[in-house]
């Protein structure tokens, strides 16, 4: 059982790590929606001068479905040394994070709000 469990991956989603994949974090300047974006290393980055990558993408949020343009410059660890970006700024993981975590207690105060508690 225990095998099989850890010959399938199951129940441990939270512990697989992505080595494939960089992560970009982008808001869209029209509405303010967050994106997260999943680059593969292998089929989505070019290889640039110098040893590093570029990324070119064309975001597409869920909200206004707004185009979002951007140029990422990558160095050979997949870090982000530069961009360009139009329609959207971009964000850390830290920022994406605390945003969504405040997004998520602001959407719980207002149901806890409609359940009854005026004032
Ligand atoms: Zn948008």
């Known amino acids: 059982m225990g095998f099989l469990k850890k010959l399938f991956g199951g129940g441990?989603?939270?512990?697989?790590v992505d080595?494939?994949?960089v992560y970009f974090y982008v808001e869209c300047a029209?509405?303010?929606?967050?994106?997260r974006v999943r680059a593969d290393k292998q089929h989505d980055l070019q290889n640039?001068?110098?040893?590093?990558?570029?990324?070119?993408k064309t975001i597409v949020d869920s909200r206004c479905f707004r185009r979002i343009q951007t140029v990422?410059?990558?160095?050979?660890?997949?870090?982000?040394?530069s961009h360009e970006?139009?329609?959207g700024r971009?964000?850390?993981?830290?920022?994406?994070?605390?945003?969504?975590?405040?997004?998520?207690a602001a959407k719980t105060r207002a149901e806890a709000a409609e359940v009854g508690e005026t004032e």
């Open 90 to 104: 971009f964000l850390t993981e830290d920022e994406y994070l605390a945003a969504e975590a405040a997004a998520a």
């Open 19 to 21: 080595k494939q994949g």
């Open 48 to 56: 640039s001068e110098g040893g590093g990558y570029e990324w070119h």
């Open 72 to 81: 990422v410059q990558l160095d050979a660890n997949y870090q982000m040394t």
């Open 30 to 35: 029209n509405c303010g929606a967050r994106v």
């Open 85 to 87: 970006i139009s329609g």
């Open 12 to 16: 441990e989603p939270k512990k697989y």
